[in-house]
């Protein structure tokens, strides 16, 4: 066989070699797009659960309303963005809207806004809340103008001072709320956090702040 032909022969060869080795080794570019999809997912999916799970255990908290407890301020299914850091820097204020685990089954959660603070010595008496304290010693009626209306009566006869740890806790609707009146003081290891915002319904979306006492 002359040598032109051997050559061309082995040339043929060497192609037709180096051509199936290029094919092995050549992804699909269907394969290699997905490939590259997942990759990008599973990246997006752990960035946010490494962002949501801190702020959704650590920083703020999701809670819906259900009673009549807190009307009319809250009303059944309002959605409440609860704020869980600011009682780990800072002590509770009255005014403050809370949610708290009832201290007798830790399974279930209360709305309720604080009105005595630790130290303070409590009065409920002919449908009106008196406030003690170092700067009142003789007590001050507590007025909850703005966010009661007049016709709200405050039932009890109580007479309590408060612990060093303890905050004293009523609902809005004063005729329909089993609180501080019934179950007792509260201490913070109980509350949750504090309301934040309202964000559902979107018409009512609220952002709170204290109210103004005259104490």
């Known amino acids: 066989m002359p040598k032109n032909t051997e050559k061309k022969e082995e040339r043929e060869i060497n192609d037709a070699l180096n ?15 997905t ?35 807190m009307e009319p301020t809250f009303h059944d299914y309002e959605y409440l963005i609860i704020n869980e850091i600011t009682y780990r820097l800072n002590t509770p204020d009255r005014g403050d809207i809370i949610v708290l685990k009832d201290p007798r089954n830790t399974s279930q959660f209360f709305i309720k806004r604080i009105i005595g603070l ?11 809340v008196m406030i003690a304290n170092s700067e009142h010693p003789e007590g001050v009626i507590l ?26 806790v009523m ?14 003081p509260i201490g913070k290891e109980y509350i949750i956090g504090k309301a934040w ?5 979107f018409n009512k979306l609220t952002h ?8």
């Open 19 to 33: 051509e199936l080795n290029e094919k092995s080794i050549t992804p699909d570019p269907f394969w290699k797009a």
């Open 197 to 201: 915002v309202r964000a559902w319904p």
């Open 35 to 69: 490939g590259l999809f997942v990759l990008e997912v599973a990246k997006i999916i752990v960035i946010s659960l490494a962002i949501i799970i801190p702020i959704r255990y650590y920083l703020i908290q999701p809670f819906y309303v259900k009673g009549a407890s």
């Open 171 to 184: 609902g809005d609707n004063r005729g329909s709320s089993l609180d501080s009146r019934i179950i007792g």
């Open 118 to 128: 630790p130290g303070e010595t409590i009065k409920i008496k002919n449908g009106t």
């Open 208 to 215: 709170f702040n204290l109210p103004d006492y005259n104490i």
């Open 143 to 168: 007025d909850e103008s703005s966010y009661l209306n007049d016709t709200v009566y405050t039932s009890g006869n109580i007479d309590i001072t408060l612990d060093a740890d303890k905050f004293y």
